[in-house]
């Protein structure tokens, strides 16, 4: 399957389990206040009922007592006279007053509130009217002075009559000079807030699936991601060998056919010189396989190290020598300061020969022109190092992170050999001794490795 429709049902399978999860808690947040209305609807109405019980009373009495009263001056006040502009003018009065008396003498909201707090219920709570019709009775008439079910209360008017607030009870009442409809509600204020509590447990536990969905999501994105950049480095690292085997496939081509010829006409320094370039490219073709063999080996992660006790300025020093041989017909300076005076440490010689061999082929390979290479080694603290510095192109920071992968090669090496393994291998090799190898540069300044190697182990050498 391709990456990106792997990629897409991945996406489309985790937004799936968050629509899921969405609407689970959405469910549940339903359920969790229908649960909260049901448990306080029923103590609200045991506590009314126990009020009607203990005190024979629905808690509202003084306030009907003061309405009758009020009602009883408004009909003697306008006795014959109530038409329409009378009515609109008492309106707002009425139903404020009626307001006032209620808030003010109403019993309910106390006796509630004790009855609440016996049954571990929450206390915080605001009471609301909801007005549908206030009535002025004279003896054979009826003056409809309000009826626009307006609301009003104590706490914020907007939960009143809306889902939030609890319908409590329903009264119509009719005095000697009035009557009156009106809904009592109660508004819980941390209503919401006991809603989330109660379902704290599900909403983490659905919190905590959907981050671990979503980190698998991401790891397993970035492994196919990583594993695609590994085949396209594997198909370059191919083209590469390709390209460094056909080279000394050629040169002994060519070098056999002119032998062959030579048999005709024998010139002895000819064949040797011939000989010698077949031998030189045969040792290159054996490198070659010899470096596909060990990536097979790294793969499976089998590289063991082989450990002995060596001396370390002598192994550098012969590296240098060994190098400045290597390369006597090209034009480069390298300087050394060792200062590892009678170190001796547990390292594998072959494999830690090769890693500084590579350094130094890519200080020449990279260098300047002529290359100007410097090494110094010494201690620190707990630790040997050994810096090796050129004064080529230098290398990019956002590059610098990359020069160790493996098969990785710079944009603009095209025309230096190589297979994007060198510097792989130092770091493998310099962690398998428990080391850390960094480079420094900056693009124009020249390049800085430094491989470490911890003492730690070797003291009691
Ligand atoms: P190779 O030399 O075969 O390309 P390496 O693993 O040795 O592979 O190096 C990886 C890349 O790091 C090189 O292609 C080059 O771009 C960069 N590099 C390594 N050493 C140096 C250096 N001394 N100066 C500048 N760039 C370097």
Request: glycine share 6%.
């Amino acid at each position: 399957m391709k990456p990106g429709i792997t990629i897409f049902i991945a996406s489309l399978a985790l937004f799936g389990l968050i629509a899921i999860q969405y609407y689970l808690v959405s469910d549940l947040y339903h359920l969790k206040r229908n649960k909260f209305d049901t448990e306080y609807g029923t103590a609200i109405g045991d506590g009314l009922e126990a009020l009607q019980l203990r005190y024979n009373t629905n808690g509202f009495d003084t306030v009907f007592y003061l309405m009758d009263i009020l009602a009883y001056e408004k009909i003697e006040d306008y006795e014959f006279a109530f038409n329409d502009s009378v009515v609109y003018e008492l309106n707002g009065f009425v139903k404020e007053s009626f307001k006032s008396y209620l808030e003010t003498f109403e019993r309910v909201s106390p006796f509630l509130l004790v009855y609440l707090e016996e049954v571990h219920l929450d206390t915080d709570f605001h009471i609301g009217f909801f007005f549908r019709e206030i009535q002025l009775l004279d003896q054979d008439r009826e003056y409809l002075v309000f009826t626009d079910g307006e609301i009003a209360g104590t706490g914020n008017e907007t939960s009143f009559g809306n889902t939030e607030a609890i319908h409590a009870n329903n009264f119509r009442i009719e005095g000697n000079y009035f009557r009156v409809e009106f809904d009592y509600y109660i508004d819980f204020t941390h209503k919401t807030r006991i809603i989330y509590r109660e379902m704290a447990g599900a909403f983490i536990l659905s919190l905590i699936s959907i981050l671990i969905a979503g980190f698998v999501f991401m790891i397993t994105i970035r492994n196919m991601l990583k594993q695609i950049r590994l085949s396209a480095m594997k198909t370059d690292f191919i083209n590469n060998m390709a390209h460094e085997l056909k080279t000394p496939l050629t040169t002994i081509s060519v070098a056999s056919s002119t032998l062959v010829n030579t048999d005709k006409n024998p010139d002895k320094e000819k064949i040797v010189s011939l000989s010698e370039m077949i031998r030189q490219q045969n040792k290159q073709l054996g490198k070659l396989i010899d470096q596909i063999l060990d990536i097979n080996l790294w793969e499976k992660d089998q590289i063991t190290l082989k450990l002995a006790e060596v001396e370390m300025k002598p192994l550098i020093k012969s590296r240098l020598d060994a190098f400045r041989l290597e390369h006597s017909d090209e034009a480069f300076t390298l300087r050394d300061h060792i200062n590892l005076d009678g170190i001796k440490m547990l390292i594998d010689e072959f494999q830690l020969t090769i890693a500084l061999h590579n350094l130094l082929s890519n200080a020449l390979k990279y260098g300047g022109d002529p290359a100007e290479i410097e090494l110094e080694s010494g201690i620190e603290t707990d630790h040997i190092f050994v810096k090796l510095k050129d004064n080529g192109r230098g290398i990019s920071y956002d590059e610098q992170s990359l020069v160790f992968s493996k098969f990785y090669r710079g944009k603009d090496v095209a025309n230096r050999k190589g297979l994007g393994l060198g510097l792989f291998y130092v770091r493998e090799i310099v962690e398998l001794h428990g080391g850390k190898v960094e480079v420094f540069s900056k693009l124009g300044q020249g390049s800085s490795f430094v491989i470490r190697l911890p003492l730690a182990n070797n003291n009691k050498l």
